[in-house]
């Protein structure tokens, strides 16, 4: 049985991992449904086990964020984002900061996949009008945003399965992990600046206005402060993904219409997909053979020396590059006690670093391609374009961001 789950969870990882197969091009949410089904088929779980498997916390809180982000694309709220953006921006440059820095803190808030979705469109829409290059604006919103999203734990799925699992408080998390994913995203701006800075034109041309998206009176205002109160339920304690449906669901209830267009831009087979991947790991989880390798290499993990936090940065960047951030932390946050120093210090280094390491390559995080799809119509984003600069990028934020973690550890005890 052992072989069987192992086998079926490098099928499914295969599926995942080349997105499209010429011998079953099937796509990465159908690989992982595959690998379920599988599972509970051959007999290696149950489906009783199965269902006990799914996160539900995880996938709540998800529903819960992009319901609340399909609103606010229909207050018109990144209409509204690209005159501001272009009324505060005199340079190519300085606007290639305000893409950076608010792909970062957006991302904080919401899910760093639904707002390279809906930012995306917006940065190509500014560089058409602007006649700018777009492959440094694009990798901009794409490393920052995932940078970004390390900060607090509904930042991205991954650190929603950490919350999930650590159980650790929004603010704790944020004291844990917000300063060095600030560092890193003023290491991410410098190195555009290295990068870009002269190959930028030195002032912004005349631009004609845009055709401003009509929105329901009032909704922008009730959509922002429906999310600010989200945000403070999630200072306060609250379940996070109850707090961020209840807020879905008062913007339903404001708005007193059928949510139709709000449900239809929820990426329900992202929902499906991390369904399924939950239900694939456990099956393998069940084998012993994580348990086998994690106990052969947690004796060099200690983190309370430097040598094993830079072998953890090290093993981390790797398998999430391997396995993809998720799986990997579902694999490795059940056995993160065995290590020697604090776990929640364990738990912010997992989540950090698995975040970081998915601007490693064009493909290493779903907010990547999300980015470079949504603007293939006007540019493609190429693998290796992307790379001379993902790469510099993930090691300078690691180098940076990681002492930041384990100084502020020490700070908290």
């Known amino acids: 049985m052992t072989a069987l789950a192992v086998a079926i969870f490098c099928l499914t990882y295969v599926l995942i991992a080349a997105r499209r197969?010429?011998?079953?091009?099937?796509?990465?949410?159908?690989?992982?449904?595959?690998?379920?089904?599988?599972?509970?088929?051959?007999g290696v779980l149950s489906p009783a086990e199965s269902f006990k498997a799914i996160d539900h916390d995880t996938?709540?809180?998800?529903?819960?964020m992009m319901l609340i982000t399909a609103y606010m694309d229909q207050a018109a709220f990144f209409d509204w984002l690209v005159t501001r953006v272009l009324s505060v921006c005199a340079t190519p440059w300085a606007l290639l900061v305000v893409v950076s820095l608010l792909a970062g803190a957006l991302s904080a808030v919401l899910v760093n996949d639904t707002v390279c979705l809906f930012m995306t469109p917006v940065v190509v829409t500014i560089c058409a009008r602007a006649r700018l290059p777009?492959?440094?604006?694009?990798?901009?919103?794409?490393?920052?945003?995932?940078?970004?999203?390390?900060?607090?734990?509904?930042?991205?799925?991954?650190?929603?399965?950490?919350?999930?699992?650590?159980?650790m408080p929004f603010g704790e998390f944020l004291l844990r992990c917000g300063p060095a994913a600030a560092v890193g995203l003023l290491v991410n701006v410098a190195l555009l600046r290295a990068y870009y800075g002269r190959a930028l034109p030195p002032a912004m041309p005349p631009l004609e206005a845009a055709p401003a998206r009509a929105a329901p009176p009032g909704m922008l205002g009730r959509v922002s402060v429906v999310l600010v109160l989200v945000v403070a339920a999630f200072f306060a304690g609250a379940h996070l993904g109850y707090a961020a449906l209840a807020g879905a669901?008062?913007?339903?209830?404001?708005?007193?219409?059928?949510?139709?267009?709000?449900?239809?831009r929820v990426d329900w087979a992202l929902l499906v997909f991390f369904c399924a991947l939950f239900v694939?790991?456990?099956?393998?989880?069940?084998?012993?053979?994580?348990?086998?390798?994690?106990?052969a290499a947690a004796p060099s993990l200690d983190l309370e020396r430097s040598g094993g936090v830079s072998l953890f940065t090290a093993l981390v960047v790797v398998g999430s590059n391997l396995v993809s951030n998720?799986?990997?932390?579902?694999?490795?946050?059940?056995?993160?006690?065995?290590?020697?120093?604090?776990?929640?210090?364990?738990?912010?280094?997992?989540?950090?670093?698995?975040?970081?390491?998915?601007?490693?390559?064009?493909?290493?995080?779903?907010?990547?391609i999300i980015v470079a799809e949504g603007a293939r119509d006007q540019y493609t984003l190429g693998f290796v374009e992307y790379l001379r600069f993902g790469a510099v990028s993930t090691a300078l934020v690691l180098a940076a961001g990681v002492p930041v973690i384990v100084l502020v550890a020490r700070v908290l005890g």
Do not use: D, K
């Open 280 to 295: 694939v790991v456990h099956g393998l989880a069940g084998t012993g053979v994580v348990e086998a390798v994690w106990g």
């Open 249 to 264: 669901v008062a913007l339903i209830v404001l708005e007193r219409a059928e949510p139709r267009e709000a449900f239809a």
């Open 134 to 167: 777009m492959g440094p604006y694009l990798i901009a919103l794409a490393t920052s945003a995932n940078i970004g999203s390390a900060a607090t734990l509904v930042g991205n799925p991954q650190n929603m399965i950490v919350g999930s699992l650590s159980r």
């Open 326 to 368: 998720v799986p990997l932390v579902l694999l490795l946050g059940p056995h993160l006690e065995a290590l020697g120093g604090s776990p929640a210090t364990g738990w912010a280094l997992l989540a950090f670093v698995s975040t970081v390491a998915g601007n490693l390559t064009l493909i290493g995080s779903v907010a990547n």
């Open 59 to 64: 996938i709540v809180l998800l529903l819960g």
């Open 21 to 42: 197969l010429r011998v079953l091009p099937i796509g990465r949410p159908a690989g992982a449904l595959l690998g379920a089904v599988l599972m509970v088929a051959t």
